[in-house]
């Protein structure tokens, strides 16, 4: 494994009955980038990103994780509470409704704090300091910081979010259409937070979004899926401006609706 990869999937193999969604999947992910995932619905991309975040358990394949330190875990066999650890310190996943990655019924403080003290924060008064802080980085005012979440528009709920999972500076984050349902001007916003925190950060990242708008101003390597394969891949700029494989030139054309 390259020294530099954070992340490497090998020959990832996902099914459900008949149905192939994910075939031989391989990919490297390196720190402080974001790589797009594309393609229409059913094209298999939310699908391998759930067997990548350890969502879902491949028929074969592996995902290699390495941490600061270099050790080196496979995520397909590794156990639920090594999971659940690995997603409360090095990963995070940010969802397309905020609320599934949300404590709708504790306060937006609440919601950052609860992060810090699963790595074993428990003074009050920092953990509090630290909430209002990154509050104000996702550009919401810290006063609002006993409010609940409910309380918050679709747009501060998503920045909420994310403050939340970024908060323990995690090496890794995956989103899932993290500005589905957005308006336009809202989606700019949200995606200028995010790119500006994972250079900050230096986190590696993996979108999938059917928006190719969202891919051009964020990614900077693209993946095309079709029927679970991945038809074309490279840099996103020369990916969509210069398209190889027919069913790329489709989608960038908008022939297909993905």
């Known amino acids: 494994m390259n020294m530099n990869e954070i992340i490497k999937i090998t020959d990832l193999t996902k099914s459900f009955g008949n149905i192939i969604a994910c075939s031989s999947i391989t990919l490297e992910v390196y720190p402080g980038e974001i790589v797009g995932i594309v393609g229409e619905s059913g094209s298999g991309k939310t699908t391998l990103l759930k067997c990548a975040s350890g969502l879902y358990k491949p028929d074969s394949g592996e995902v290699i994780f390495r941490s600061d330190d270099n050790y080196v875990q ?16 090095d990963w995070s996943f940010i969802h397309q409704n905020p609320r599934d990655g949300l404590r709708m019924n ?10 810090l003290m699963a790595i074993g ?6 953990i ?21 979440p409910s309380n918050f528009s679709g747009g501060m709920q998503q920045r909420l979010q994310i403050a939340r999972c970024l908060i323990t500076e995690p090496k890794l984050i995956y989103m899932d259409e993290p500005t589905g349902g957005l308006d336009v001007s ?4 949200i995606l200028d937070l995010i790119k500006k925190l994972v250079e900050e950060l230096n986190i590696a990242a993996v979108i999938v979004t059917h928006d190719l708008g969202v891919v051009r101003l964020l990614a900077d390597r693209v993946l095309v899926m079709k ?30 609706q993905v």
């Open 74 to 89: 496979n995520i397909c066999n590794i156990s639920e509470p090594n999971l659940r650890q690995l997603m409360r310190t």
């Open 106 to 115: 504790i306060s937006a403080g609440g919601n950052i704090g609860e992060k």
């Open 121 to 126: 924060n428990r003074h009050y008064g920092n």
């Open 128 to 148: 509090r300091e630290a909430a209002a802080a990154w509050l104000e980085k996702v550009e919401i005012d810290s006063s609002r910081i006993d409010e609940l």
């Open 186 to 189: 809202v989606q700019a916003k």
């Open 227 to 256: 029927d679970g394969h991945i038809v074309e891949q490279g840099i996103t700029d020369q990916v969509l401006d210069d398209p190889h494989h027919a069913y790329t030139q489709l989608l960038v054309s908008s022939i297909i």
